[in-house]
Nanobody, 125 residues
Framework: QVQPVESGGGLVQAGGSLRHSCTAS????????VGWFRQTPGKEREFVAG????????KFTDSVKGRFTISRDNAKNTVSLQMDSLKPEDTAVYYC??????????????????WGQGTQVTVSS
């Protein structure tokens, strides 16, 4: 069983930066596609970014392209989401999710079997 564990998040002013990290207890993330999703009250969980095990294969939702980056550190069994130029509309609970797949980065939450507990990101204007 893979249990993603997130760290990071918090409160930041618009234009600022935050970094999320996701690691896993139990099993490695290194052989799995990992995605980041976010959710605000009353809305569907939204795909933000994902990373394959294939080097260079990443995917981002349009609203974060050019502002967010996603990366792996296999030595640390960690996937990180760097969020720059944050906007108030980025405010949400952010979730790390891991898939049993290794290659394709899917944007639907049903493609991910394992989920972290979520961390709050609040961007003030």
């Amino acid at each position: 069983q893979v249990q993603p564990v997130e760290s990071g998040g918090g409160l930041v002013q618009a234009g600022g930066s935050l970094r999320h990290s996701c690691t896993a207890s139990g099993r490695t993330l290194n052989s799995r596609v990992v995605g980041w999703f976010r959710q605000t009250p009353g809305k569907e969980r939204e795909f933000v970014a994902g990373i394959s095990t294939i080097p260079g294969r990443t995917k981002f939702t349009d609203s974060v392209k050019g502002r967010f980056t996603i990366s792996r550190d296999n030595a640390k069994n960690t996937v990180s989401l760097q969020m720059d130029s944050l906007k108030p509309e980025d405010t949400a609970v952010y979730y790390c999710a891991a898939s049993d797949q290794a290659a394709a980065v899917f944007t639907t939450h049903s493609a991910y079997e394992y989920w972290g507990q979520g961390t709050q990101v609040t961007v003030s204007s």
